[in-house]
């Protein structure tokens, strides 16, 4: 089965930017989408967007849009997430993860920690 | 797509069934609803995908359903190991994906 391999924990000072890799052991299934999700410390799953890996297009979700940067590095079969401005609400675990549209395979997060 | 609201938690006793709702606030819930758990310290596991089906190699213990706006999850013949929260999600239902939104969690206690 194929496995996602998320970069490491990261800390940033608010008003940083912070960029999360997701390294995919395959490529991936025509149909399939790469998505990204968040969950804060003691809270629920928020699902931030997608990424088509063999078209490129990405959508992302009202609000974060301004904010959030998903591409999509073919040859490294690499997904990359950056989130720009951070402030102390982006203190979150983030997951990549891939299925057709449900998430068949997680990533096992990244925890970003925004502090002064 | 409308919200989803989940009860904060359910408990149930070792060999027990219990139900876990998931209600679209203003419309329909469709058959695009996916079941998740997550094990304190993981990340989340895929359930149920499609309102009933399982991915392969899942426990049957673990059944999904619908009814007008409201998707359930029925874990049946509970084990201390089903301890967790459970995430239901809904995402469009067309060729392509678009939106996907997620319930708030059940937190399961055996």
């Known amino acids: 089965q194929m496995q996602l391999l998320q970069s490491g924990a990261e800390v940033k000072k608010p008003g940083a930017s912070v960029k999360v890799s997701c390294k995919s052991s395959?490529?991936?299934?025509?149909?399939?989408?790469i998505q990204w999700l968040r969950q804060a410390p003691g809270r629920g799953l928020e699902w931030m967007g997608w990424?088509?890996?063999?078209?490129?297009?990405?959508y992302r979700v009202q609000g974060l849009h301004y904010r959030v940067t998903l591409t999509w590095d073919r040859s490294l079969t690499t997904a990359n997430m950056e989130v720009d401005s951070l402030t102390s609400d982006d203190t979150a675990i983030y997951f990549c993860?891939?299925?057709?549209?449900?998430?068949?395979?997680w990533g096992q997060g990244t925890t970003v920690t925004v502090s002064s | 797509q409308s919200a989803l609201t989940q009860p904060a938690s359910v408990s149930g006793s070792p060999g027990q069934s219990i139900t876990i709702s998931c209600t679209a606030t203003t419309s329909d819930i469709g058959y695009s609803v996916s079941w998740y758990q997550q094990r304190p310290g993981e990340a989340p596991k895929l359930l149920i995908y499609d309102v009933y089906n399982r991915p392969s190699g899942l426990s049957p213990r673990f059944s999904g359903s619908k009814s007008g706006n409201t998707a359930s999850l029925t874990i049946s013949g509970l084990l201390s190991e089903d301890e967790g929260q459970y995430f239901c999600s809904s995402y469009s239902s067309g060729t392509f994906l678009e939106t996907v939104i997620f319930g708030g969690g059940t937190k399961v206690t055996v």
């Open positions: 395959g490529d991936i299934v025509p149909g399939h989408y």
């Open positions: 990424i088509n890996p063999k078209s490129g297009a990405y």
């Open positions: 993860a891939e299925g057709p549209k449900y998430i068949y395979v």
